[in-house]
């Protein structure tokens, strides 16, 4: 992390909302990236954006370490994503509307091969997370340990996981060999 | 594939997270088993697919903005519900308090002599009605004069007031225009 970087933080925490304006405009890639990642919806990947630059804005006083600001970014990041999908699970477990009737058979749908976006949104959460600090924002294990507050050894199981179930879903229906 | 002791590092080989020693087996193993490099290349792919779909991801062009727009309002929005907090909060009640208290011993002094005029009247009023009392119970006949009196007054009055009217009535007549 570079001065100018760390000086902005330090301006940020004292109450400078030009200061954090510059961060934002630093970071929203980052930020959105990870968030789109997550959800895989455009419009939704804004609003946790937003809503993790309003709440990183009001916590900022709370970092200790200027150094950590990134990590600590992510994981807010990484924290809305999860209520995010937490609460478009539940209304997906009362739907409001008829289903659409799936005129595919079961052998028909196996078949469906997927794109490596939809094949993410079919891994758990926890799975989904690892694997995107790991290979769409580039975090080291150790520092993915530090954002999901998990062992080292749980994130390396995590990514093995989550690999291996998109090379699943990405080969569904094809020959292995 | 579950008798590969070293497939569940292929993924920590790939992002290279192992140490000197694991790599080393590792590479060794994917050498000779045909089955474990396959997997290696499959996940190897799964990793350049993600980096490939989500490189390229920029922010949308507005969303700075958009949280700036959001960050104004709501820092305006604890300043609002914050602003009781102003060091000078107490000032203003302060002065009306003060300004109170003044008006109401400026005039303690007229509040007081009204208060005793108001007393005064109260007074003569109760002696009179007592004084009155005494006077009807003591000079019953007397009492008896004075009402017969009034009686004779009031009956008086109203038949000059009955036979008033028709008078009145007559004036009325008079000052009607003439339709002649």
């Known amino acids: ?177 | 594939m579950s008798n590969h002791p070293v497939v569940s590092n292929i993924s920590a080989y790939i992002d290279a997270e192992l140490d000197s020693t694991q790599r080393e087996q590792i590479e060794d193993h994917l050498f000779n088993c045909r089955e474990c490099l396959k997997e290696y290349e499959h996940l190897l792919f799964v990793k350049e697919q993600l980096k490939v779909n989500y490189v390229d991801i920029q922010a949308p062009a507005g969303l700075e903005k958009q949280i700036r727009m959001a960050l104004i309002t709501e820092t305006a929005n604890v300043a609002l519900y914050t602003k009781e907090k102003h060091p000078f909060r107490f000032l203003m009640p302060s002065i009306v308090f003060g300004a109170i208290i003044l008006m109401i011993m400026a005039f303690i002094p007229i509040v007081a002599t009204w208060f005793n005029i108001i007393t005064t009247f109260f007074t003569i009023s109760m002696n009179m009605f007592h004084a009155t009392t005494l006077v009807l119970n003591k000079l019953p006949i007397f009492v008896g004069v004075i009402v017969s009196v009034l009686c004779v007054i009031i009956l008086g009055s109203a038949w000059s007031i009955i036979r008033l009217l028709p008078t009145r009535s007559f004036f009325e007549e008079d000052t009607q225009p003439s339709t002649r």
């Open chain 1, 1 to 177: 992390m570079n001065q100018e970087l760390h000086h902005l933080i330090k301006e940020a925490q004292n109450g400078s909302l030009e200061s954090f304006e510059a961060l934002v405009t630093q970071y929203k890639g980052h930020v959105y990236r990870q968030a789109y990642a997550m959800v895989n919806d455009k419009m939704e990947a804004e609003d946790i954006s937003q809503e993790a630059f309003i709440k990183a804005y009001y916590s900022l006083g709370k970092l200790e370490n200027a150094f950590a600001f990134v990590s600590w970014l992510t994981r807010i990041v990484s924290n809305i994503c999860y209520d995010h999908i937490q609460k478009a699970a539940k209304k997906k477990t009362y739907p409001t509307e008829q289903p659409i009737e799936d005129h595919h058979s079961p052998i028909e749908a196996s078949s469906l091969q997927l794109s490596i976006k939809e094949a993410l949104q079919t891994l758990t959460p926890e799975h989904r997370a690892a694997i995107v600090l790991r290979d769409v924002q580039g975090f080291s294990y150790q520092d993915i340990s530090g954002i999901l507050q998990i062992p080292l050894g749980t994130v390396k199981s995590r990514i093995n996981a989550a690999r291996i179930e998109l090379k699943n879903e990405l080969l569904r229906g094809e020959d292995l060999e």
